[in-house]
């Protein structure tokens, strides 16, 4: 059962911009934390974004703060997170994954890589 479903990816030229999109029809709801993750080729799996539900918190990791926003929209039944990048450099380049858990605001962090739900992920490609 599809939970989440990330898209956006895409290849782009260095200095460029995509927007990630994660959609779900099916954790909706006060408590939901929801994060992107990327998985660089030859390097751990990195926790880059979280934002609490409705938007009450946001996290970015320092390695990509400046370039990486996150944000969420949402209505009855559909809640969306997005991943805005800008100024794309080629070590971006890797599958970028949507999770998502119901916690407290407190405990929703880039720390967390425990989260219940991930998506199948979606490529992003920059080239120089």
């Known amino acids: 059962q599809v939970h989440l479903l990330e898209s956006g990816g895409g290849s782009v030229q260095a200095g460029g911009s995509l927007t990630l999109s994660c959609n779900t029809s099916k954790l909706i709801g006060t408590g939901l934390c929801m994060a992107w993750f990327r998985q660089i080729p030859g390097k751990e799996r990195e926790g880059v974004a979280t934002i609490y539900y409705g938007g009450a918190a946001t996290s970015v990791a320092d390695s990509v703060k400046g370039r990486l926003t996150v944000s969420q929209d949402s209505d009855n039944s559909m809640m969306t997170m997005y991943l805005r990048m800008n100024n794309l450099v080629p070590e971006d380049s890797g599958m970028y994954y949507c999770?998502?858990?119901?916690?407290?605001?407190?405990?929703?962090?880039?720390?967390?890589?425990?989260?219940?739900?991930w998506g199948q992920g979606t490529h992003v490609s920059v080239s120089t």
């Open positions: 999770a998502a858990m119901f916690v407290g605001q407190a405990r929703c962090g880039l720390w967390r890589n425990d989260f219940d739900y």
